[in-house]
């Protein structure tokens, strides 16, 4: 489904990824985990297109997206939840949701999907009318998803989605991307709790200073030494 080729990116003269490769299948879900300023969210903006790589090839659904605009790759399929929510604090919940599917013309259908939305994340239905910006950093995270997912995209990129929530909204939302998943979108996650990525991935990658240092079975890379001493804090 996608395909990344050893790719390059940088900013001005400072290389934040070399020769990265990855590939995620139709369906499925894929784990990218590292230390923090390890590449991971610029690895994100480089295939969302909002970061253009120097050098390799981005194929998605057999056509190549390197440097493509980014509302171009995401009317081909490809919806980017960033790091930090980015919510648009000063609409409601109900016009965020409909800013995310602003590359579609179906008027009915767009409706029908905000209410699906309204039913995953029931508390996003109950506060529809209420202004993104007032929401709890829990709430604004599922609108933000809910948002990603209005474009309808094929393939779902998810940066640090539980990142600074508490214990119990964490186990939600790795609820909820379960349940995405077994709706058939694809995703790649990068996440900061390695070890709820490792166990809802079957497969996964570690990248460290801006470079893919191994990849392979999540649960092969829970039992790696390396893995549980480096991101899991096991010795």
Do not use: C, W
Request: overall charge positive; proline content about 3%; charged content about 25%.
């Amino acid at each position: 489904m996608l395909k990344v080729e050893g790719i390059h990116t940088q900013y001005g003269r400072i290389k934040v990824l070399s020769d990265v490769s990855f590939e995620i299948n139709p369906g499925e879900i894929v784990a990218l985990i590292g230390t923090n300023g390890a590449g991971k969210s610029t690895f994100l903006k480089t295939i969302s297109g909002l970061v253009r790589p120097t050098l390799g090839r981005i194929t998605f659904m057999d056509q190549e997206i390197q440097g493509v605009a980014p509302e171009k790759i995401v009317l081909a399929g490809i919806a980017h939840v960033p790091e930090g929510r980015h919510v648009f604090a000063r609409q409601t919940v109900l016009t965020n949701l409909q800013i995310g599917a602003f590359i579609r013309k179906d008027v009915d259908e767009i409706q029908k999907d905000i209410e699906r939305y309204f039913k995953i994340f029931p508390i996003l239905g109950e506060r529809r009318n209420q202004l993104a910006g007032t929401l709890s950093g829990g709430e604004q995270q599922m609108l933000a998803i809910a948002r990603g997912l209005m474009a309808r995209p094929k393939l779902l990129l998810l940066d640090e989605p539980s990142m600074g929530l508490a214990p119990f909204l964490v186990n939600e939302i790795f609820r909820i991307i379960g349940q995405l998943h077994d709706q058939g979108i694809a995703i790649v996650l990068v996440e900061q709790n390695v070890k709820k990525a490792l166990k809802i991935t079957r497969r996964a990658y570690v990248m460290e200073l801006g470079k893919i240092l191994y990849h392979g079975d999540s649960k092969e890379l829970i039992a790696d030494d390396r893995v549980r001493k480096s991101y899991l804090g096991e010795t």
